[in-house]
């Protein structure tokens, strides 16, 4: 039922790699229970250093993927192996030096994070999650190294005392790419953290991203609706549909090739708007 | 000849209760003619949703409308009283809101909220309404009306809220819609069906339509005519092709640059996108010159001392930058 | 329907166990209501012995338990030790006198509450509304104790109302007309100060929620396509804002009989509040108990009483959220 990408390393092991993936809500109030399978047996892999983009409409299934990754939710079966070891089903004291290595970035950053926070505790904060769970005392993040991350993102390090109530949205963005970075982790799963920002911010996120991942290795598992802007970066496409992953294969495989109808849908309006730029671009002197 | 909808220097400044003051638009002139459909480009905070509150007069009660001239058919909507601004809103100049989710009327049904509008402006009967919403609601594509009639907002996916909003606009064949953001809060695959849907009432009904986006690919075959906002001001003018093919400002072309590297085939995947450097501007700072030179790649000297007055290089075309005059 | 059985079935186990708790409670409380015969060196303690267990305390607590669960499917709840008679007929005698008093306070406040909520919502900024802020500010910072005692001292003073009780000395004497018109003027005071303090409450939330519903996109987007105000509101404003309404005539509706202990105590009207803090004092167990119940038995019914009119009125609820979804 779907293509499995072109190229899978067995040398290195995939950094992420899902097997069966299902979880269920119930749903409906009162007299009317409705059981709806939200993700039903999905399966992908991410090699290390790679983009993996998850793209479907809403109520596809694609954040519930996201959220039963990085075990925000408890899948219901399948497994989720990162370097090998599955952590779908392990208990929060055996998740805890795995939550590290996985963050999660959220779309409108700006509600992500406490609007009374400096810059520079909404970075440190991880950390301080991090190691109280682990040794107790606070081990706040040195000046030097926020430094260095907020210049990672593309911020001005004199900004690590404002109150994030003055950053706009795309610079709330990238703080919460800093904070995801503290931990310096493997795999970063972005969930529509392009969408509903402005045209030329969400080419600077996506640049960014790039810089990022080119810098650290990083590992992507990307969730959004836009097909045109994932088919700029990302490495595989796994197209969503109720709940299913109808369809997985190369970017370019699944421009030019789409075999799943769902696929088609996505690609036409793409196409559409596409050809409506070029048309208007590349028509002859009016 | 006067044109449909002339708005002449409008100057609207926020005075929020901390803080200082916002100059939210500065000095804005737009023409629109009947049945045209005229799209403004420009990104948060360039006052694109300041200009669509302030057409229907609708501006928060901490916004003060400094100076300038709104008029629709000839009537100057700055003398208007509150009744007769009411009697417009809906009937000749109605608004398609920027959140389905947050438009419509949680506790209503969608073809009630639809009726009201009607029963707000046209003398009919209960009945006649019905039928008049049933037609409308066909109008936007639903197939299964008496379905969509009765159904709540919570019962209904984003594009089909956002359809009832449009039927809410279009029920009394208003002469001027403005769409703001019209898909910026759907899946990006509902973008052709919108577009399509506001391009059908138009031919239709002869409806002008003032669109409003941050992506200009939304105009690409659907507008005839392009308005470029950068902090507050109109920056360029043009037809949808010459913005397109031949766009003048720094940041106009650096828009279009963006929106065009969608089409470039995927031998390129994750190659860096083209994009603007610096951050959008402040807009309770506001400088002597031209508001887009800390990011603009071609700035001169002249464009930190005082603002570019507007150049006129063919009829229907217009740009402020002093790459092209004084 | 089956909603309907599971709240009632719910309600039943609340109630069971309501019960369970108070019988517990009141096990654990020292003395008992035999406590004071027993200093009074002229009755012998093989009297109060054979009292006790003709009253059934020398039982052990479950057999107790058991017998007063009996006595009140029965419709006795038991016996009260200082009244020598079944608790129920008792309490509802008294309950009336309650029920008189607090729903006239309730239609009263809710009549007041809710068009000033609005008004002051609508008019935000003007001078009704600052009137509305700072008074209700007042009436719900001051005490209920110290407005009760204040407004009976200028009754008094001022010879306003009749003060004391439900009906004067020669109440039988009079003509039917007279016998209401006395009754209500004995009810005035009370009523006056119930409604006072929760008047100010209820006005402060009614006004909070309508002002937020004002705001939402939704009224802005109505108002954009020329709806009037008074439409606006009444068609879109207050059914949205009529939700945490109904759940605050819950909360009334639930204290109807539990509310009004210090008002009645205060002014002396011959209410269940009285009754139930003098039995609690001389140890009326039973008595006790079945106050406790009656007033359970309204909180109950006045929150399922909500929830069903929650449910009559936002189509949310009745639906249930199926739109929107997890993706």
Known sequence: ?286 | MANFVQIRDLKVTYAPETGAPVRALEGVSLEIARGEIVGILGESGCGKSTLASALLRLLPPHATCEAGTISIDGRDLMQLSERDLRAIRGKEVSMIPQDPALSLNPVMTAGSQISEVLRAHLPLTAKQRRERVMELLREVGFDSPEEIYAAYPHQLSGGQRQRIAIAQAISCVPALLIADEPTSKLDASLQTEIVALLSRIRQQHGTAILVISHDPSLFAGFADRIAVMYAGRIVEVGSTAAIFRKSLHPYTQALVSIAASTLVSATDTKAPLPAIAGESPDPTCVPLGCRFEPRCAERMEACSIRYPAEFIPEPARLVSCFKYGE | MSYLVRRLARAALLLIGVSALCFLFTEMAPGSFFDEMRLNPQISPGTIASLRSHYGLDQPLPVRYGRWMKSALHGDLGYSIAYNTPVAPLLWSRAKNTLLLTITALLLTWIISVPLGVWAANRRRGLLDHAVTVTTSFLVSVPELVIAVALLAIAVRWQIFRVGGMISPDFESFPTPAKVRDILLHLALPALILVLCETAVIVRHVRASVLEVLGAPYVQSARGFGIGRARLLFRQVLPVAANPAISLLGFSLAGLLSGSLMVEVVCGWPGLGPMILEATLSRDLYLVIGGIMLSALFMVGGNLIADLALLAFDPRIRTGQEGSSAS
């Open chain 1, 1 to 286: 039922m779907h293509n499995s990408p072109t190229n899978s390393t067995d040398e290195t092991p995939s950094l992420l790699r899902v097997h069966g993936l299902s979880k269920r809500y119930v749903r409906g109030a009162l007299w009317r229970r409705v059981t709806v399978a939200a993700v039903n047996c999905v399966s992908f892999e991410i090699p290390r250093g790679q983009t993996l983009a998850l793209v479907g409409e809403s109520g596809s299934g694609k954040s519930t993927v996201a959220r039963c990754v990085t075990r925000l939710e408890r899948p219901d079966t399948g497994q989720i192996l990162i370097d090998g070891t599955d952590i779908s089903s392990i208990d929060s004291r055996a998740l805890a030096p795995f939550r590290a290595r996985i963050q999660m970035v959220f779309q409108d950053a700006g509600t992500a994070m406490n609007p009374r926070f400096t810059a520079l505790e909404v970075i440190e904060e991880p950390l301080l999650i991090q190691s109280k769970s682990r040794t107790g005392n606070n081990r706040p993040l040195s000046h030097d190294a926020a430094r260095d991350l907020m210049q990672e993102v593309g911020l001005t390090p004199d900004w690590m005392h404002r109150s994030i109530r003055h950053f706009s949205g795309g610079q709330r963005q990238r703080l919460a790419l800093a904070r995801a970075l503290t931990l310096r982790p493997q795999l970063l799963v972005l969930d529509e953290t392009l969408s509903g920002l402005d045209l030329s911010t969400q080419a600077q996120i996506a640049n960014l991203l790039l810089d990022l991942q080119a810098r650290h290795g990083l590992t992507y598992l990307l969730i959004s609706h836009d097909l045109a802007l994932v088919s700029r970066l990302a490495d595989t496409i796994g197209v969503m549909s109720s709940g299913q992953l109808v369809e997985i294969g190369s970017t370019r495989q699944i421009t030019s090739n789409p075999t799943h109808a769902a696929t088609k849908k996505l690609l036409a309006s793409v196409q559409t708007a596409a050809s409506n730029l070029s048309t208007v671009m590349m028509m002859g002197t009016a």
